[in-house]
């Protein structure tokens, strides 16, 4: 995947411990989300989620949301975030899962957040991270050449 195609969400929050360095964060949605037809084969509020729990990743794809923060961040009760992220977890693009939740559990036996990792599969990263698509598609991916010479031109957009 060339540099050229890979679209950046900005997500700068002190409130989660970002502050001092004067740089941004970058979640990388990569332009082969669209391309490989991952976006046109998840459904809305499953994508809505996973954008929301890749702002909390780390460089590996491990992230921590409480579900009350997941709620917040899309604006839905705590019940629907929580059947949406039960939902994304089970979610097969295919064959193979892009989100894998575990539990874990403090030395006292009470149960710690969720632990989400977000899979290479999902087409976002974080810092260097990378992507990867299903053999099948990866074959079948276009060019950068004939990327760039539709996909933006097509919208209305000239180099």
């Known amino acids: 995947m060339s540099e050229s195609q890979q679209l950046s969400i900005t997500y700068d929050d002190s ?33 809505k989620t996973l954008c929301a729990l ?17 709620a917040y961040d899309i604006g839905v009760s705590y019940r629907t975030a929580q059947r949406w992220l039960d939902k994304l977890c089970k979610f097969r693009w295919n064959g193979e899962p892009i989100v894998v939740k575990s539990q874990g559990r403090f030395r006292g036996g009470n149960y710690a957040n969720n632990r989400y990792n977000i899979l ?18 990866a074959n079948g991916m276009p060019t950068d050449n004939e990327v760039h010479s539709t996909d933006w031109h097509s919208i209305g957009f000239h180099k």
């Not at 990388?28 to 499953?46: F, I, N, Q, W």
């Not at 890749?54 to 997941?70: H, K, L, N, R």
């Not at 290479?120 to 598609?137: R, T």
């Open 15 to 47: 409130s989660y411990g970002v502050v001092g360095t004067g740089a941004d964060i970058f979640v990388k949605m990569h332009v082969s989300a669209r391309t490989s037809g991952l976006m046109r084969e998840m459904p809305p509020d499953l994508w």
């Open 54 to 70: 890749a702002t909390y990743m780390d460089a590996s794809g491990y992230c921590y949301p409480t579900i009350e923060q997941v």
């Open 120 to 137: 290479p599969l999902s087409q976002l990263s974080i810092f260097d991270g990378k992507v990867e698509l299903p053999e099948v598609i």
